[in-house]
């Protein structure tokens, strides 16, 4: 089965496309620009806020569909569906999710303070990866553990969808380790939340490695 099901770049992406060394195979790259390229030959602002929303629209109509297809592949009927038979799941019960969630917070407070501090040139691109991924973990953290309940694929499906989340959890998690610890020379004035900040990362790391599935 493995072998049968590819998944596609999209899959496990941190949605930094710059630095994407397989952007040209990827359907959502290639979607994403020839949207930009049209809304352009239109003389449209792709990000003026009314096409940003039209645009999200389309998306998620998109998404929907396919949630649909999958759903009747699988011969559930979305339509009649009870609340008993679409399982939901409370994130909060688990640890690894309530480790990033926590990160989440902490190093939006810290990135809040740099920023009305104003950010070192020096710095800067350090800062933006603390940026991007500090959200980023959380929401693959979430994404993880609702797929502990996912019925629509099948057992080795749902590994291979696993293993790719927490593969981006833990590019994540790398790479933020990294930039804070290159701060660490040029803001001694934050040590202390530098160092808090790198203590949950590396908690988050070992549950990782423990036990996914822990509840608090």
């Known amino acids: 089965m493995s072998e049968k099901f590819k998944p596609p770049p999209f899959n496990y992406c941190d949605y930094r496309c710059d630095r994407c060394d397989e952007r040209e195979k990827c ?14 030959r239109k003389g449209e602002d792709p990000y003026d806020p009314e096409i940003f929303v039209n645009d999200l629209k389309e998306i998620f109509g998109k998404t929907k569909k396919m949630i649909r297809k999958m759903a009747q592949e699988q011969g559930i009927d979305l339509e009649t569906a009870s609340d008993e038979e679409v399982p939901e799941i409370n994130p909060e019960e688990y640890v690894i999710y ?45 994404r993880l553990v609702s797929g502990f309940i996912d019925d629509f694929l099948d057992e080795e499906v749902t590994k291979l969808e696993e293993d ?31 160092a808090d900040l790198l203590e949950i990362l590396k908690r988050t790391e070992k549950q990782l490695e423990a036990d996914i599935h822990q509840k608090v």
């Open 164 to 194: 790719g989340t927490i593969k981006v959890i833990r590019k994540g998690i790398d790479l933020s380790k990294i930039a804070l610890e290159n701060m660490l020379n040029d803001l001694p004035g934050h040590l202390y939340a530098i």
């Open 27 to 40: 359907r959502v790259y290639k979607d994403d620009q020839e949207r930009l390229l049209d809304h352009y």
């Open 98 to 142: 309530r480790l990033a969630y926590q990160y989440f917070k902490e190093a939006n407070a810290f990135i809040k303070e740099l920023e009305n501090a104003g950010i070192p040139e020096n710095i800067k691109q350090d800062f933006d990866d603390v940026v991007w991924y500090h959200t980023l973990i959380a929401a693959k953290a979430g």
